[in-house]
């Protein structure tokens, strides 16, 4: 008898060993009760030998499912979408489903047509939109008219939406308290792009804090939450007499930015000035001095997205407005300190 190699097994190779139609085969991997339990057992154990895997098309006809789910984004921030994507791949790889990434336009014209296209044309099961694209009312309204399930990770909450919501604004307000707490009356607040909801939540704790002190704002520049920015935010912020004792920037690029500024200006950090960042990236431990920064684990929310989603894909839909807060915490490392007494 010819010996059929794992990677050439086909269903039609399982049937005949098993002397039994592909159907019942299809049925076996498809885990359906009309199969009884003997022949069962005697399929799995020819389909183990033969290392019989179906192939995704064949899945898909079967379940009428195609396996695949989209992430969306508008982040080409490499160091926040790694763990993103690290997190999707286990969770959705162990079911079987492959992560399609659809990268778009925050703001652009045609953003609804492209997003809705990307869901058509690629006949993804569900979505996972990534900020701050994923808090336009609109875009879930144009994924909706698909019926795709959509899961959003973001800063705010949407109507209806199910979504998973990291509670920035209260972790911003911890780290200034913290600052606060080490004797910083002067911080300057270094926020992101000032029309995202990241930016504005994580400016909203910087104030909360300073509210509760009864403190006013050093300063409050606008970055981007690039690097670049830092460097022009800390520009403004430190080449003059006036300084603040502290820079909390909304991100740890910009902060990492700050550093640099710092250095090249010869302030010591954190004896001279304590800076802290936002995201715990993997660029916080690896400037000097490392940053102290909020952790937000972009892997574990990415995760917890994945298995909410599957609980749609496997028919136990969640309330459709249920939202899910993440508290974030403190990560303290060498960059902050004591304000240095006059």
Do not use: W
């Amino acid at each position: 008898m010819t010996r059929i190699l794992p990677t050439d097994a086909s269903i039609a190779d399982v049937a005949e060993r098993c002397g039994v139609s592909e159907r019942t085969v299809s049925r076996v991997l498809n885990g359906s009760a009309a199969v009884n339990a003997r022949t069962r057992a005697m399929v799995q154990e020819v389909i183990d030998a033969l290392g019989y895997k179906p192939s995704a098309r064949a899945r898909a006809l079967a379940t009428g499912r195609s396996n695949l789910v989209g992430l969306i984004h508008d982040d080409p921030n490499a160091l926040v979408l790694d763990p993103v994507q690290r997190g999707l791949t286990a969770m959705l790889g162990a079911q079987g489903i492959e992560l399609v990434v659809h990268p778009c336009r925050y703001g652009s014209s045609d953003l609804l047509d492209d997003v809705r296209g990307f869901v058509q044309r690629s006949r993804v099961d569900g979505v996972i939109v990534l900020p701050p694209v994923s808090e336009l009312a609109e875009l879930h309204d144009a994924i909706a008219q698909t019926g795709t399930p959509l899961i959003a990770i973001a800063s705010v909450p949407i109507a209806g939406a199910d979504m998973l919501l990291p509670m920035e604004r209260e972790a911003a307000r911890d780290l200034t308290r913290s600052l606060i707490e080490q004797g910083h009356e002067d911080i300057a607040f270094v926020s992101g792009r000032p029309a995202f909801n990241s930016a504005q939540q994580r400016r909203l704790g910087f104030l909360d804090a300073l509210d509760e002190a009864g403190l006013k704002p050093f300063s409050i520049t606008a970055g981007d939450y690039s690097f670049e920015s830092g460097l022009r935010c800390a520009t403004e912020i430190l080449d003059t007499a006036n300084r603040p004792t502290a820079i909390f920037a909304a991100n740890d690029f910009m902060a990492a930015g700050v550093l640099r500024v710092a250095h090249g200006l010869g302030i010591v950090v954190p004896d001279d000035l304590s800076v802290a960042g936002f995201d715990d990236s993997s660029i916080a431990q690896v400037v000097t001095p490392p940053l102290t920064t909020i952790n937000r684990p972009m892997r574990t929310i990415a995760e917890r997205a994945a298995q909410r989603l599957l609980l749609h894909l496997e028919g136990g839909r969640p309330a459709p407005s249920d939202t899910t807060q993440i508290p974030l915490s403190v990560v303290v490392r060498q960059s902050t300190g004591p304000r240095r007494a006059c």
